[in-house]
């Protein structure tokens, strides 16, 4: 009878130690989040996880657009900072990262968060030096990838970056497309654009980031009609 009891005992404090192990089930509390911030900047990842039993250990991957997803190296924390996002051909847009977390009782793995990187993809026209005739027209254009919340030009003469706006040769100093009409020498100089995006969980002080064209900027020689054109013969 003792036996019995003893045998009934154990069997009692076995399925109460399983339930306990059942209960204490590693879990992860909060998902990485996907993120947007401008080409070039800092963007971080974070997994939350409860219920570990013994050591917890991080491993962060990365999976570029149709790639397979690869583990960071040195990438074992909660969290992931993502440098200079967009830049070197690494961390570009549409790039997943996930965690794999393991206790003592096994691995589970975080669901995937996209990182966009909002970025000046390029300007018309391509050609980085135009001349016109005085009275004549040219339009610039900027390419983006991202939410545009806006769009800011501006002129430099050689004293200095100034900021357009609209009226007399210029239109469209707050669009995607900067029109100069009816120019003059005076219009000569670079023109560059400065873009606000939108971001996407990122700090409350940082819910847009700004990309300026200072490596596109466009040069623009306006020609007095009136100066002769002076051609030399060999």
Not at 156 to 180: A, E, M, P, Q
Request: charged share 10%.
């Amino acid at each position: 009878m003792k036996l019995i009891r003893c045998i009934w005992l154990i069997c009692l404090i076995h399925k109460i130690h399983l339930a306990t192990l059942v209960a204490a089930s590693l879990t992860i509390t909060s998902q990485p989040l996907p993120q947007t911030d401008c080409y070039g900047n800092l963007v971080e990842y974070s997994v939350g996880v409860s219920e570990t039993v013994g050591e917890v250990t991080y491993q962060w991957q990365r999976r570029p657009p149709g790639g397979v997803f690869s583990d960071i190296s040195g990438a074992n924390s909660p969290s992931l900072s993502v440098y200079n996002i967009g830049m070197y051909g690494q961390n570009i847009d549409g790039t997943e990262y996930r965690v794999l977390v393991t206790d003592d009782f096994g691995t589970i793995i975080s669901d995937p968060a996209m990182l966009h990187v909002n970025s000046i993809t390029g300007i018309t026209p391509v050609v980085v030096n135009s001349i016109i005739c005085g009275g004549g027209s040219i339009t610039y254009s900027v390419l983006t990838q991202g939410a545009v919340l806006s769009y800011r030009w501006d002129w430099n003469n050689g004293s200095g970056w100034t900021v357009l706006s609209d009226g007399s040769v210029f239109s469209g100093t707050t669009t995607s497309h900067l029109s100069i009409s009816n120019a003059t020498p005076d219009q000569s100089g670079s023109y560059r654009v400065s873009v606000t995006f939108t971001t996407l969980n990122q700090p409350l002080t940082d819910q847009t980031c700004i990309e300026t064209s200072f490596t596109r900027e466009r040069n623009l020689i306006v020609r007095d009609p009136l100066q002769p054109l002076i051609i030399y013969h060999r």
